[in-house]
C-alpha cells in the first residue's frame, strides 16, 4: 500500500510528538482509498459529490485508489506513525475512537503507518449533534426492544456483510481490449456504460452476479468471464487504455459481500 498523505496547498503544517499535523487547510489534495466513492469523500471532507467533480473537472462519478483529488476542508490531518493506533492517536488529539472512525469512514480499529486520518471535524456542533443522534437511536433502540413480545427463538446478532474474503491475482481490460466485444457474459454494454464497476471473475470461485468489494478497485459486480480468467484471477474492467495499463497486475484482496 503506498503512502497516503494530504499535501496541504494552503496548510500550516505543525509538528507533534507524534506525528505531522496539517491545520487550517482551505485546499488540498487527498489520495483516494481503497473503496473510497465521491459521495464517501464528500461527506469526510463537509462538502458534496457535485463540488468534488466540479473543482476535479470530473465528468462521471468513477474514481481510482491511488488518485489525487482536490478537496476543501477546515480539518486536521495526521499522518500515521509506526506503533499508532486509534487509541492512542484518539488520546493525542484528546477525541475519541468513535469519532475518529465517523470523520474518517471507517468501521475498523485497524490503520497502516503512511496512511492520514482526519482527526477533527467540521465543528464542535456537528459532533455534538451526531453523537446525540445516535444516542437517541439507541435509546429508540431498547425501547423497541423491551416492548417487542419475545419469540421461541432468541434474536441472532447481525452479522457482517462480508460472505467470504479471498486473495487474487488482478489484471484490467477495457472495452475496447483486443477481441473484446465490450459486452460482458451478463448482456451489460461497457462501452454504452463506461462508468460501471464490473469484474471479470471464474464463476467457481466468485459467482456471476456476486457483489464484492476489490483492495484498490472498490464495490463492483461480477458479470463477465475470461478464457484467462482461471482460479483465483480476475480481470477489473477500466474504460481508460492509459489506467488499465497503470493497474498492471497486482495480487489484491477480494470480498465477496451479501
Known amino acids: ?33 481503497p ?22 473537472h470530473l465528468t462521471s462519478d468513477l474514481i481510482f485508489a491511488d488518485d489525487m483529488l482536490e478537496v476543501s476542508s477546515n480539518g486536521k490531518f495526521y499522518i500515521i506513525e509506526p506503533g499508532d493506533t486509534l487509541s492512542t492517536i484518539a488520546a493525542a488529539h484528546n477525541v475519541t475512537v468513535k469519532q475518529l472512525q465517523a470523520w474518517n469512514g471507517i468501521n475498523t480499529d485497524l490503520i497502516y503507518a503512511g496512511e492520514t486520518l482526519l482527526v477533527s471535524g467540521p465543528s464542535k456542533e456537528v459532533i455534538v449533534a451526531t453523537e446525540k443522534k445516535e444516542q437517541t437511536t439507541t435509546t429508540q433502540q431498547a425501547t423497541n426492544s ?5 419469540t421461541s427463538a432468541p434474536t441472532t446478532q447481525a452479522t457482517s456483510n462480508v460472505a467470504k474474503k479471498i486473495t487474487v491475482e488482478a489484471t484490467a481490460y477495457t472495452a475496447y481490449c483486443s477481441g ?43 458479470a463477465d468471464t475470461g478464457g ?5 484471477k480476475i480481470d477489473v474492467f477500466i474504460p481508460s487504455d492509459k489506467a488499465a495499463n497503470e493497474w498492471g497486475r497486482r495480487t489484491v484482496t477480494v470480498k465477496i459481500l451479501n
Not at 471473475?201 to 468489494?213: A, E, F, M, R, Y
Not at 484467462?228 to 483465483?232: E, H, R
Open 35 to 56: 473503496g473510497d466513492t465521491l459521495y464517501k469523500i464528500s461527506k469526510k471532507f463537509d462538502t458534496t459529490v457535485e463540488s468534488l467533480k466540479e473543482i476535479n
Open 180 to 222: 473484446c466485444s465490450g459486452v460482458t457474459t451478463d448482456g451489460t454494454n461497457l462501452r454504452e456504460n463506461p462508468d460501471l464497476k464490473i469484474i471479470s471473475v471464474d464463476p467457481n470461485v466468485i459467482p456471476l452476479g456476486s457483489k464484492v468489494w476489490v483492495e484498490g478497485y472498490g464495490e463492483a459486480i461480477a
Open 146 to 150: 423491551a416492548n417487542t413480545t419475545p
Open 1 to 33: 500500500m503506498k503512502n497516503n498523505k494530504i499535501i496541504a496547498l494552503t496548510a500550516a503544517l505543525s509538528i507533534t510528538a507524534t506525528g505531522f499535523v496539517a491545520t487550517n487547510a482551505s485546499a488540498e489534495k487527498y489520495t483516494i482509498q
Open 228 to 232: 484467462s480468467i482461471k482460479g483465483n
